[in-house]
């Protein structure tokens, strides 16, 4: 089945310990991208990444970090977890960097106390 | 800036009663338009992609047209199950990095 997952789907931590939320993909596509998910808010984008080693910010980068060693695997870090990114975080992919659909996964609710 | 606006923020209908969600946009250079449904709690999941005015696409109780200006979604006889949050969004010539704008969404809720 042609898929995004995540891991975890769930997790509280505490402020400062660092994290990794990691995506995979299994539909050979070139692009990724994570989004966090705020009441109000909408959908913002936080970093994108064309293809392998090629990673670019996007809308709302701070406090966060990306990395693309692989074509299926686009993990999202959080080096000191704040308060302000308790979110649900997508990770999405499409086929190129064309104008095409992007396909979500099922989401990661992170809550940082 | 790119901008996009949905409304109305909720909709309830009762089973079988159709009606049409908005998106307006405001995109340098319109390359795509998006339409996703979202359960609460999960993913948003594909619906359409529009690339331009007068474009229509159709699956089961769902239409989604497109204006230079506007995007609707048109619900036939929905069901309950046809109860999600709807969600479009535009990709401009602007849209650096690929970035979709996102409008606020349509909680749709229907009724038995």
């Known amino acids: 089945e042609a898929q995004v997952t995540q891991n975890p789907r769930y997790l509280i931590t505490v402020t400062g310990k660092k994290l990794t939320v990691t995506c995979s993909q299994n539909?050979?596509?070139?692009?990724m991208s994570w989004y966090r998910q705020d009441p109000g808010l909408g959908l913002r984008q936080i970093y994108y990444?064309?293809?392998?080693?090629?990673?670019d910010k996007g809308d709302v980068p701070e406090g966060y970090k990306v990395s693309r060693k692989e074509k299926r695997n686009f993990p999202l870090i959080l080096e000191s977890p704040s308060p302000n990114q308790t979110s649900l975080y997508f990770c999405?992919?499409?086929?190129?960097?064309?104008?095409?659909?992007?396909?979500f996964g099922p989401g990661t609710r992170l809550t940082v106390t | 800036e790119d901008q996009v606006t949905q409304s109305p923020e909720a909709l309830r209908l009762q089973e079988g009663e159709s009606s049409s969600l908005n998106c307006s946009y405001t995109?340098?250079?319109?390359?795509?338009l998006f339409w996703y449904r979202q359960d609460p709690g999960k993913g948003p999941e594909f619906l359409f992609t529009?690339?331009?005015a007068g474009e229509e696409k159709e699956k089961e109780r769902l239409k989604a047209t497109l204006t230079k200006k506007e995007s609707f979604l048109h619900i036939t006889a929905p069901k309950p199950e046809d109860s999600a949050t709807y969600l479009c969004?535009?990709?401009?010539?602007?849209?650096?990095?690929?970035?979709?704008?996102f409008g606020g969404g349509t909680r749709l809720m229907v009724k038995p």
């Open positions: 539909m050979n596509h070139e692009y």
């Open positions: 990444s064309m293809n392998v080693e090629v990673t």
């Open positions: 999405a992919s499409k086929r190129t960097s064309g104008f095409y659909e992007q396909y």
């Open positions: 995109v340098s250079g319109l390359r795509g």
């Open positions: 969004a535009a990709h401009g010539n602007n849209n650096a990095g690929n970035m979709l704008t």
């Open positions: 529009l690339y331009s």
